[in-house]
């Protein structure tokens, strides 16, 4: 199976490993209710096929760099001789600056279906395995700490 498009955000971050993205995915309600608080939203806003799909988180939808990258006509901001900028910098989540920061330059190096896999083999637990989501600190399924952004 190939990689699915509308999961390369534009940012940088990938949308396969989200925990939104995953909790609608799954119907985990647990998790989205958890994420409900963490985002100051309703648990049925906590649902998104990917930042380049038709359903988008309701963050997302009014996401400035997603905003910026458009009006520059960019894929994302592997593209832009300006990354990093100040409309990333001044983005309020920690995680997501550090991960944009770190994933981009490798998305301009490997190309956006490279990256992508590669993405989704760095979110698993070192210890067992299991699939992670982007900020998580323990692993799922076999309790361990991890630490992957």
């Not at 960019?74 to 309020?92: A, K, Q």
Request: glycine content about 12%.
């Amino acid at each position: 199976m190939g990689v699915k498009r509308s999961l390369a955000g534009p940012c940088g971050l990938y949308c396969g490993v989200c925990g939104v993205y995953i909790a609608h995915r799954d119907g985990n309600v647990k998790l989205q209710e958890r994420l409900s608080a963490v985002y100051g939203v309703e648990p049925g806003e906590i649902r998104c096929e990917g930042c380049l799909s038709d359903e988008v988180f309701v963050l997302c939808k009014v996401c400035p760099v997603k905003r910026c990258v458009e009006e520059k006509g960019l894929e994302g901001c592997h593209e832009c001789d300006d990354f990093p900028c100040g409309t990333i910098e001044n983005l309020p989540l920690d995680v997501g600056i550090r991960v944009m920061l770190r994933s981009v330059p490798v998305r301009r190096q490997l190309g956006t279906d490279r990256w992508m896999t590669e993405e989704e083999k760095r979110y698993r637990c070192p210890s067992c395995g299991y699939p992670l989501f982007r900020g998580v600190k323990r692993c799922r399924n076999c309790g361990e700490s991890v630490d992957v952004d």
